[in-house]
């Protein structure tokens, strides 16, 4: 992947041995947990400092060093440094919810939540390489009460077996990934035995996070249980290095479609150069765009939230400029499922003509049937 336009190589930090950067357990096992630990790789604010201190305990504050190594060491105001190290600012936010989609009340079975007839989202897993400031998930993630033990996961799999309506599984959490092989699949088998399961989709953030989990022995265990579909969640061109360029590629050569999913975070990605650099970036690696959500109203984020008008002017700005396979649906998530948040491009009949805004801004006149 070197020299992949937009990419951005990594070397391998002095005085680490490169066998142990690349294995992802080193990686799990070394990861960033406090503000002396952090300094390592940048120069902690004062307000950073105090954040680590204050906060850590209502959200955690866990950072695998291959992240770490991305971020800019003399700017807290460092697109990747925000989404991951606390700020004074998260404990002034009176209107954010612990849940703002009713997870909790569209579940069926632990950590099973259903808003859609035929899909599912399952938990599967409450651990994560490193804990989003913005993590729609922050009530459980990390947290040891959310914890899916065998025997709750074989609930849930028995749930799903029993309802012959869900076609569609996405493996989430946490983060699947975490998992060991083993565990995943374990998941996967049983999964694959229920028929009326078509597709198992895996929501991770390890290919940005710890690029070095997804192994070819993993690609190949995923492929064992095809079709199976990843989406991934990059929100910055910064986060794609060859590292993670060459982990969707793995996934990708071994059949699995990778999508990508971000959150329109405010001073982070809401501008279109940074939007469009993503997007672009993303479809050379063969990495679909596919979703940006609207940040939620959750608890500790209102920094983070774009107005809503600012993110349908952004993406308005983007069709025309660049491939449409390269820009993403803008949706917000709701209790009822997710609605996108479209430029009405479509302004409806006048006459015996339908009336459209193209991407210049002139009108086009269709003329139309009756029905
Ligand atoms: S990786 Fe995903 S689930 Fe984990 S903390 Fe970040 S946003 Fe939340």
């Given at each position: 992947m070197n020299g992949m336009r937009g990419v951005r190589a990594h070397p391998v930090p002095e005085g680490i041995d490169p066998d142990d950067w690349t294995s992802w357990s080193w990686q799990m096992q070394n990861r960033v947990r406090s503000a002396d630990e952090l300094a390592r790789w940048v120069d902690p604010s004062p307000d950073e400092i105090a954040a680590?201190?204050?906060?850590?305990?209502?959200?955690?504050?866990?950072?695998?060093?291959?992240?770490?190594?991305?971020?800019?060491?003399?700017?807290?105001?460092?697109?990747?440094?925000r989404q991951v190290v606390p700020?004074?600012?998260?404990?002034?936010?009176?209107?954010?919810?612990?849940?703002?989609?009713?997870?909790?009340?569209?579940?069926?079975?632990k950590n099973v939540i259903r808003v859609y007839p035929d899909r599912i989202a399952f938990c599967v897993n409450n651990e994560c390489a490193l804990y989003c400031r913005f993590c729609l998930r922050k009530r459980m993630v990390?947290?040891?009460?959310?914890t899916m033990k065998k025997r709750e996961l074989g609930e849930a799999l028995d749930w799903i077996a029993a309802t012959p309506e869900i076609r569609d599984v996405l493996l989430t959490g946490?983060?699947?990934?975490?998992?060991?092989?083993?565990?995943?699949?374990?998941?996967l088998e049983r999964l694959r035995a229920i028929p009326h399961v078509d597709i198992i989709r895996l929501g991770t953030r390890l290919p940005v996070t710890l690029p070095y989990r997804v192994t070819d022995e993993l690609c190949e265990l995923l492929?064992?249980?095809?079709?199976?579909?990843?989406?991934?969640h990059f929100n910055h061109p910064a986060e794609l290095t060859t590292a993670a360029a060459e982990a969707c590629d793995r996934l990708l050569r071994a059949g699995i479609p990778v999508g990508n999913q971000s959150v329109l975070l405010r001073g982070i990605n809401d501008d279109p150069e940074t939007?469009?650099?993503?997007?672009?970036?993303?479809?050379?690696?063969?990495?679909?765009?596919?979703?940006?959500?609207?940040?939620?109203?959750?608890?500790?984020?209102?920094?983070?939230?774009?107005?809503?008008?600012?993110?349908?002017?952004?993406?308005?700005?983007?069709?025309?400029?660049?491939?449409g396979f390269a820009i993403p649906q803008y949706v917000l998530d709701t209790p009822?499922?997710?609605?996108?948040?479209?430029?009405?491009?479509?302004?409806?009949?006048?006459?015996?003509?339908?009336?459209?805004?193209?991407?210049?801004?002139?009108?086009?006149?269709?003329?139309?049937p009756r029905r």
């Open positions: 680590i201190e204050t906060l850590s305990d209502r959200f955690h504050f866990v950072i695998t060093p291959y992240y770490a190594s991305l971020m800019r060491r003399d700017d807290p105001e460092c697109p990747l440094r700020r004074s600012v998260e404990a002034g936010d009176p209107a954010g919810l612990a849940d703002p989609l009713e997870e909790v009340l569209h579940s069926p079975v990390g947290d040891l009460e959310w946490g983060d699947p990934l975490s998992y060991s092989d083993a565990r995943l699949e374990w998941i492929a064992r249980y095809h079709p199976v579909w990843v989406n991934t939007m469009k650099e993503l997007c672009e970036t993303l479809v050379r690696m063969r990495v679909r765009p596919y979703y940006v959500y609207q940040a939620q109203l959750l608890e500790g984020t209102a920094h983070f939230r774009t107005p809503i008008e600012d993110g349908i002017e952004l993406f308005r700005g983007l069709r025309g400029r660049t491939s009822f499922g997710k609605v996108p948040l479209d430029h009405p491009w479509a302004q409806g009949r006048d006459g015996e003509d339908f009336v459209v805004e193209a991407w210049t801004g002139d009108l086009w006149r269709e003329p139309n």
